[in-house]
């Protein structure tokens, strides 16, 4: 059964980069057909999806944050991660990974982690 | 970016009752829908694609419909553990970006 644990600091600073790690256990992040993503929820609001990238390390990015979003593979480690830069507390929000294959949803999901924004 | 707007935001239905969410996309999206279904402190679960498939394990009570710009989740006969927030979600192929609605609170009447 595929299992994704994401890790990182759960209090960030303002004006600095938010980083987590998504760890893969149970199946191959290099697998073809699948995409390998990061989808928020800001307390008590609604899902935003931010990126989401190929074993291949191609990726792609919400329009609003694709300024400030990288989102990297490291198929080595079999992990993912995620980089948001200049963050305000407006970036406060669980954070979750996922994966999802082609024509399908996102079918398995991290339990997510808090990240707070805050000085 | 392409907007997903579900309604109602909130809908009370009693157990055992037929529930229907609607999820409307700014332009046409073809089939590229799925739904999820949230409870509290959890992370959301795939319960349909394609607009009309059901996930893995999910009960035939529930059923998807629409293409183009409307879509449909109905719950048939709701049982307790269905009372939760449901989202749609599109995942079209161009442009490649993926955006939820903003979700429907189903509650106990």
């Known amino acids: 059964q595929l299992q994704l644990q994401e890790s990182g600091p759960g209090l960030v600073k303002p004006s600095e980069t938010l980083s987590l790690t998504c760890s893969v256990s149970g199946g191959s992040i290099s697998s073809s057909g699948y995409l390998w993503g990061w989808i928020r929820q800001p307390p008590g609001k609604g899902l935003e999806w931010i990126g989401n990238?190929?074993?291949?390390?191609?990726?792609n990015y919400k329009p609003a944050l694709k300024s400030r979003v990288t989102i990297s593979v490291d198929t080595s480690k079999n992990q993912f991660s995620l980089k948001l830069s200049s963050v305000t507390a407006a970036d406060t929000a669980v954070y979750y990974c996922a994966r999802r294959s082609f024509q399908l949803g996102w079918v398995y999901w991290g339990q997510g982690t808090l990240v707070t924004v805050s000085s | 970016e392409i907007v997903m707007t579900q309604s109602p935001a909130i809908l009370s239905v009693s157990p055992g009752e037929r529930a229907t969410l609607s999820c409307r996309a700014s332009?046409?999206?073809?089939?590229?829908v799925a739904w999820y279904q949230q409870k509290p402190g959890q992370a959301p679960r795939l319960l349909m694609y394609?607009?009309?498939t059901r996930a893995t394990g999910i009960p035939a009570r529930f059923s998807g419909s629409g293409s183009g710009t409307e879509f449909t989740l109905t719950i048939s006969s709701l049982q307790s553990e269905d009372f939760a927030v449901y989202y749609c979600q599109q995942y079209n192929n161009w442009p490649p970006e993926e955006t939820f609605g903003q979700g429907t609170k189903l509650e106990i009447k």
């Open positions: 990238i190929y074993h291949s390390g191609s990726s």
């Open positions: 394609g607009a009309s």
């Open positions: 332009q046409s999206i073809s089939s590229n």
